[in-house]
């Protein structure tokens, strides 16, 4: 099974940008689907956006859509999340997940969980 580990995460003003890193140990990560989440206090975790294993189709939330990136690079185990134009509202624990298939990411069906980074956007 694969291991996931965030980093990256930290204090920012609104408005500006952070790469956060998931890197992953263990076999076959890239067949894996991965998935970016967020928990924010006093609110549930919300679906931040999804990657197919080679890289080529992304989802996005509404919420991020046009702000955030994910990318991936299997070479180095590593699935990013960047993202820019960031509001308070942003504020939250991010957390990166892997998926047996793109098919079970799009369920929500995912297998192995990071212990996620904070994320803290001030105005």
């Known amino acids: 099974q694969v291991q996931l580990v965030e980093s990256g995460g930290g204090l920012v003003q609104a408005g500006g940008s952070l790469r956060l890193a998931c890197a992953a140990s263990?076999?076959?990560?890239?067949?894996?689907?991965m998935g970016w989440f967020r928990q924010a206090p006093g609110k549930e975790r919300e679906s931040v956006g999804r990657?197919?294993?080679?890289?080529?189709?992304?989802y996005y939330s509404d919420t991020v859509k046009g702000r955030f990136t994910i990318s991936r690079d299997n070479a180095k185990k590593t699935v990013y999340l960047q993202m820019n134009s960031l509001k308070p509202e942003d504020t939250a624990v991010y957390s990166c997940a892997s998926a047996r298939s793109w098919t079970e990411a799009a369920r929500g069906n995912y297998d192995t969980w990071g212990q996620g980074t904070q994320v803290t956007v001030s105005s």
């Open positions: 990657i197919s294993w080679s890289g080529s189709v992304t």
């Open positions: 263990g076999r076959t990560f890239g067949n894996y689907a």
